[in-house]
């Protein structure tokens, strides 16, 4: 008696507590529509078709944000293996280089797994600003991913290039240092110079006759995280990207003359008037990746990697990019990770990268689930 009379004064307590904490005007029912300045990215388009007409007017200004057409006309590549050696008996790594440029080669390792019984995928790997291509190849310690080594291992081809102030083509003022570059091609841009020049690795791969050339993916970290959606954008063979810690916007962000900074790395060396100005590119990232779709995109990113404001909005953009891969039909081709590791390449980032491009690259069996067989 006395154990039912202490739960039901606990029901009545617990019921008159909650009712009583209830603030006034809280909402149960329909969450409220999230309105956020991203929207212009659909905004007046409600179809399939309304979008792609759309797309092509943003890839005019993506073209034309980049300086795409002051790009030099491209060289036959002359492909050279200066190295090759078995790592592992897992794979082997060649020392490449190819034009890319009338006067300019660029370097890069290309891995080839040993075990192939067929045309493998290809992957486009991009160091960050810190690393260079023998990063990749795990030849060197360093903050970035061995993605060559551990990609090799799952399987891919995988070309891992110098960028173009990086590793062996390092100008003398510096690692990343644009100086030259802008001396050299005044009239164009340092991600037109780095885009174009990714797309002729894909060219590259696209000789081997150990690729499929029909299921080729790019990733990379920081600033190869920036390359690899600038190239899924810029290039329709690209099936799948992968971006690790490499967003930032134009609008929103305190710190945009960086991209146009006057030293050392400048992305957009003729934005600078108008960014001190307060003027913006007709442009903005969310659009660029839009242009990826209906291909596969992944994006991953630290909430407190940087100003964590700007970082939030990067979630509110991400929530809008899923709306055009809702309109074209493939939402499964989009996805995003959010963690608080920070401006990392974390382990999990890493495995989300790896399965990633397994479902998108690969046969269906490769991801596919299987009952255990005791016999």
């Not at 008696?1 to 909402?27: C, H, I, N, T, Y």
């Not at 290309?110 to 493998?120: I, M, N, T, Y």
């Not at 891919?156 to 100086?179: A, L, M, W």
Request: proline share 6%.
């Amino acid at each position: 008696m006395k154990w039912q009379l202490v739960l039901a004064l606990g029901f009545v307590l617990s019921s008159s507590a909650s009712a009583g904490d209830q603030p006034p005007g809280r909402m149960s029912d329909n969450p409220p529509v999230i309105r956020s300045s991203w929207d212009d990215l659909l905004e007046g388009f409600k179809t399939r078709d309304d979008w792609r007409k759309h797309r092509e007017v943003l890839k005019r200004r993506y073209l034309e944000l980049i300086h795409d057409a002051h790009k030099p006309k491209k060289p036959p590549p002359e492909l050279k293996v200066h190295e090759s050696v078995v790592v592992d008996g897992a794979y082997t790594r060649r020392l490449v280089s190819y034009n890319v440029e009338s006067d300019e080669r660029a370097a890069a390792y290309v891995g080839v797994p040993l075990s192939l019984k067929g045309k493998a995928p290809g992957i486009v790997s991009l160091h960050s600003t810190s690393a260079n291509k023998s990063c990749a190849a795990g030849l060197v310690k360093s903050g970035d991913v061995p993605w060559l080594d551990i990609l090799c291992r799952r399987g891919y081809v995988v070309i891992s290039p110098d960028h173009f102030v990086c590793g062996d083509r390092k100008p003398p003022e510096g690692q990343c240092d644009t100086t030259r570059f802008y001396k050299k091609h005044p009239e164009w841009t340092a991600v037109g110079k780095f885009t174009y020049e990714h797309s002729i690795a894909v060219d590259v791969l696209e000789t081997l006759d150990e690729v499929d050339t029909k299921n080729i993916g790019v990733l990379g970290y920081s600033l190869g995280g920036h390359g690899a959606y600038y190239l899924a954008a810029y290039d329709q063979r690209l099936k799948a990207c992968a971006c690790n810690c490499g967003w930032s916007s134009f609008r929103h962000n305190p710190n945009v003359i960086t991209w146009a900074r006057d030293h050392w790395y400048v992305y957009f060396k003729y934005l600078r008037p108008a960014l001190l100005e307060g003027k913006l590119p007709p442009i903005d990232m969310h659009e660029i990746i839009a242009l990826i779709a209906p291909r596969a995109f992944l994006d991953l990113s630290g909430l407190n990697d940087g100003n964590p404001l700007v970082q939030r909005q990067r979630v509110l953009m991400l929530t809008r990019l899923m709306d055009v891969w809702e309109l074209e039909g493939v939402p499964a081709n989009f996805a995003f990770y959010i963690h608080g590791r920070g401006h990392s390449a974390a382990h999990v980032s890493r495995q989300l990268i790896y399965a990633w491009m397994d479902t998108h690259l690969k046969p269906p069996e490769a991801t596919k689930t299987h009952l255990v067989n005791e016999k």
